[in-house]
């Protein structure tokens, strides 16, 4: 089956409705083992994952942030998030009054999906045109098999960042963090586990991965190879606004004509499960 379409949404004048509203807002992919559904009104931003037949989505996609996707840091603008100063921040999912981005393109292939969009500022809700971000999707066994890529056309070069690749926002079920901080990574020495607060905490992933689990211990876990530590937290709001917040970050300034591209791997099951499938992706 192959779905192809072009300039499906474009940003729009106000405030819409909230992501994944609609069925056919919706794009799934489905091999038997994972189920992943991306949201085409939030430029392709991932807004479900779960095993195949379970109805339980264990993301979180309150609204265009709440997501697993694509977002960057720039310098400070004057703009404002609410009433709080912010600074140029390209979000795939839109902006925080719910304003759509430009997907332009989207398509499902031989089991592989591809997006390509326009972000928009998160705090102004302008289209950011300097910017397009792309992704390619693959379900491989039980494993979500991700690469993102941002291109940045402007011509202003900001300060260093650190920057989310990518944010993942989970069902506030899975409360506990679960990750290595030892010195003596992928060598099943024992891991850790901790409660993050409300504000953001930062710990570093020797092993490159770091997981939310729920009381049962199974949860999901997110593995990108290029990171080195995580920012994370949990927000404890009501009406479906409470989640699990977890992003692994790096540094980098955007600059004039740069290319980033990156690979995340995302499973979801028992933690010694996710651990040994991330650890088997490192391996040549």
Not at 133 to 155: C, N, P, S
Request: with cysteine; net charge negative; glycine share 10%.
């Amino acid at each position: 089956m192959v779905i192809v379409a072009f300039a499906i949404f474009s940003a729009a004048s106000g405030d819409e409705k909230a992501p994944g509203e609609d069925d056919d807002d919706w794009v799934f992919l489905d091999n038997g083992k994972i189920r992943l559904g991306v949201i085409k009104s939030a430029g392709g931003g991932i807004g479900y994952f779960s095993r195949s037949g379970s109805k339980r989505n264990l993301l979180n996609h309150y609204d265009r942030g709440r997501l697993i996707q694509q977002s960057y840091y720039g310098d400070a603008d004057g703009s404002k998030w609410v009433d709080k100063p912010w600074r140029l921040n390209p979000v795939q999912g839109g902006s925080y009054k719910n304003k759509i981005p430009a997907l332009l393109e989207i398509k499902v292939e031989d089991g592989k999906l591809y997006s390509k969009s326009i972000p928009l500022h998160w705090a102004t809700g302008e289209e950011l045109a300097d910017f397009e971000l792309e992704q390619w999707i693959e379900l491989k066994d039980d494993v979500v098999h991700a690469r993102f890529r941002m291109t940045y056309k402007g011509e202003k070069l900001h300060a260093p960042r650190h920057q989310e690749i990518p944010a993942v926002f989970l069902d506030p079920s899975l409360s506990e963090l679960v990750l290595y901080r030892g010195e003596a990574p992928w060598t099943g020495d024992a891991i850790s586990r901790e409660r993050p607060g409300q504000k953001n905490e930062y710990f570093d992933i020797p092993e490159n991965w770091a997981a939310f689990v729920g009381d049962d211990g199974m949860g999901v876990g997110v593995y990108v190879p290029s990171a080195k530590q995580i920012t994370t937290y949990r927000f404890p709001g009501g009406a479906n606004s409470n989640c699990s917040y977890l992003a692994p970050i790096t540094t980098f300034a955007i600059r004039p004509g740069m290319v980033f591209d990156y690979r995340a791997y995302f499973f979801t099951g028992s933690v010694s499960d996710m651990r040994a499938r991330f650890d088997s992706l490192r391996m040549p």
